[in-house]
């Protein structure tokens, strides 16, 4: 089974920056395009970026210019840089393949509050 090992997280002013890591258990090549969710209190998850394996990325039209998805398929890892945190931008961060599979990672705690 694959599992996903979210990092990164944690507290932050408004405008300042994060990068968030997914440590896959097995090799990001063989599970194709991989995506960053979030789920906010009261809320339902959605999608916020997505890489492909040839490396196409796509981003929700509220991140646009201020997230930035990575992936390296030697280190089976995918990031998403954070730049230019707003109030809005809390919620669990979690990554998976595009589209999801099943099992859910734990997620990492993204706060942005002065």
């Known amino acids: 089974q694959v599992q996903f090992v979210e990092s990164g997280g944690g507290l932050v002013q408004p405008a300042g920056s994060l990068r968030l890591s997914c440590a896959a258990s097995?090799?990001?090549?063989?599970?194709?395009?991989m995506g960053w969710y979030r789920q906010a209190p009261g809320k339902q998850r959605e999608l916020v970026a997505r890489i492909g394996s040839s490396g196409s990325t796509n981003y929700a039209d509220s991140v646009k210019g201020r997230f930035t998805i990575s992936r390296d398929n030697v280190k089976n890892t995918v990031y998403l840089q954070m730049n230019s945190l707003k109030p809005e931008d809390t919620a669990v961060y979690y990554c998976?393949?595009?589209?999801?599979?099943?099992?859910w990672g734990q997620g990492t705690q993204v706060t942005v509050s002065s």
């Open positions: 998976n393949r595009n589209p999801p599979l099943t099992y």
């Open positions: 097995v090799r990001l090549f063989n599970i194709g395009a």
